[in-house]
């Protein structure tokens, strides 16, 4: 195998998600959900029981996207 391969130049993020985490009623456990933007029940991962979730707003999900264009202005201008 040659090593004359170029190196891969880093990537810059094409889009992003808000993680929320949501304690468990039952152990405690700070659980992580993706933008949940309606009411639903969710199962912890650590005592896999069920609990309801309070939704976040979408409209605040939408804001952070478009301020941070889509993940594309919150890298670090200094490693570019």
């Known amino acids: 195998m040659s090593n004359?391969?170029?190196p891969i130049a880093p990537v810059k993020p094409v889009g992003m998600e808000?993680?929320?985490f949501y304690p468990c009623p039952h152990c405690?456990?700070?659980v992580p959900l993706i933008g949940a933007v309606?009411?639903?029940?969710?199962?912890?991962?650590?005592?896999?029981?069920?609990?309801?979730?309070?939704?976040v707003d979408s409209r605040t999900l939408q804001y952070l996207k478009i301020?941070?264009?889509d993940g594309g202005?919150?890298?670090?201008?200094d490693f570019m």
Do not use: H, N, Y
């Open 4 to 6: 004359s391969q170029k």
């Open 18 to 20: 808000v993680i929320f």
């Open 38 to 55: 309606r009411p639903s029940i969710e199962r912890c991962d650590a005592c896999e029981k069920l609990f309801p979730i309070v939704p």
């Open 73 to 77: 202005a919150a890298i670090d201008p």
């Open 67 to 69: 301020s941070l264009a």
């Open 28 to 30: 405690g456990r700070k």
